[in-house]
């Protein structure tokens, strides 16, 4: 926490503001299954490589317009600058506040957004569920915005797991995990570098934070 509190006064001066070829052509049908009939594995909720030097876990609320402005005015130039450098991994964790008045729609959000994960689509989905905030949160039309991002076909499969119970496990477990962190609000983010983790103030400016980075790069 040095990096921060070291930072204190300057932070309030600042503004924080399968084909399948050769020997595969001689499977039988049976052995042969149709992708849409296999199961797909655990939702992928990370972007960037998993041999980064750093790591940064955020925990989220779909609804909470403080984690929608982190994720437009951070996340998004954090992808271009960091993340597809090979320099950052960013984890998402969902932690909707399920019974906060303006929250209603969160934890739909997340199912959908980790079924989409599940399918390889979580980029599309985590982006069109920050853009569309305003209008999904307040009429819970999330079906339709993860609708405009889908394909057809992946769209049937993100709706099946959702009317299924088959991802609720997965959002129960990234809250559990938030809860056994003491995350209370969101954004609530914790960067990883060196072996050492440090929170980082959900309401951080993106200079302070690309600041912060690069110390961490530079060690």
Known sequence: MRFWSGLAAFGAAMALAATVSGAGARQTRQQAKPAAEVEPGPPDKSLGSSSAPIVMEVFSDYSCP???????????????????????????????????????????????????????????????????????SHDGSVDAVVAAVL??????????????????????????????????????????????????PGNVSYSLLRRFLDEQLQR
């Open 66 to 136: 403080v984690c929608r402005s982190f994720y437009i005015g951070a996340i998004r130039p954090l992808l271009e600058d960091y993340v597809a450098a090979g320099k950052l991994r960013i984890i998402h964790r969902d932690f909707p506040l399920t019974g906060v008045p303006g929250h209603e729609h969160s934890r739909q959000a997340a199912l959908y957004e980790t079924a989409a994960a599940r399918i390889g689509k979580f980029e599309e989905v985590d982006a069109a569920l920050y853009d569309k905030q305003a209008v999904w």
């Open 151 to 200: 394909s057809p076909r992946d769209l049937a499969r993100v709706r099946e797991m959702v009317q299924n119970g088959k991802v609720d496990s997965y959002v129960d477990s990234d809250k559990a995990l938030g809860t056994s962190k003491r995350v209370s609000s969101t954004p609530t983010i914790y960067v990883t570098a060196h072996g050492r983790t440090e929170l980082v």
